[in-house]
């Protein structure tokens, strides 16, 4: 890793292919998203939206093309890392929430977001202290000791949000976040999930087929065919 100065492109991919059989799912994509920003990723099914995140978090590793995450300490070639390097990255700088938010029923809120400082080597009872605060954070506090199906489908999406950020991750990656929830408790999470993130200087890409999810981000990027299509200027953000 060489030292640099740090860059406010927190994120940037560049040229990124990947094809399943005869499905090209990326056509050569070219991607960044800043220090602060929200960048949405919209498309029909199967316009390669998906893959896109996860060549970009290092979870798909691209036929062709690069991904660099800029930190303090210098450039990171997420694509040239071993799958255990990127299985370091995406524990101590990126940040995940899903869909369904994929949080363990067995455990109670504060254990699901502890649990990522637990596998960095944090003993139980700092990373549980750090996890009530950001439960308290993210309006759930009194509900700490509850589990996941005590919980409320937005209360649940808000526990997987803190899980996302409790490490200090530089990029949150979030996949249709709202798909499950009605419109109000769609707009209650995507405030708590951008206030956690860009408010914090951290930055947010977001996999959504809503229009009004994609509305509060600063940037919207739309997919055809593995192809960016059209980028559009939000809150007076330039487009990329």
Known sequence: MTLTTQSPTALEATRLTKAYGPSVALAGVDFRVDRGESVAIMGASGSGKTTLLHCLAGIVVPDSGSVVLN??????????LDEAGRSRLRRESFGFVFQ???????LTAVENVALPLMLNGIDRRAAEQTAAMWLTALGLAGFESRRIGQLSGG??????????????????????????????????????????????????????????????????????????VNGEIVDGVSAR
């Not at 930190?71 to 040239?80: A, E, N």
């Open 71 to 80: 930190t303090s300490q210098g450039r990171v070639d997420v694509i040239g």
């Open 100 to 106: 369904q938010g994929l949080l363990l029923p067995e």
């Open 155 to 228: 209360q649940a999406q808000r526990v997987a949000i803190a899980r996302a950020q409790t490490t200090g991750a530089a990029v949150v990656f979030a996949d249709e976040p709202t798909g499950a929830l009605d419109s109000a408790t769609s707009a209650e999470v995507m405030d708590a999930l951008i206030l956690s993130t860009t408010e914090r200087g951290r930055s947010l890409v977001v996999v959504t087929h809503d229009e009004s999810v994609a509305a509060r981000c600063s940037r919207i990027l739309r997919l055809a065919d593995g192809r960016i």
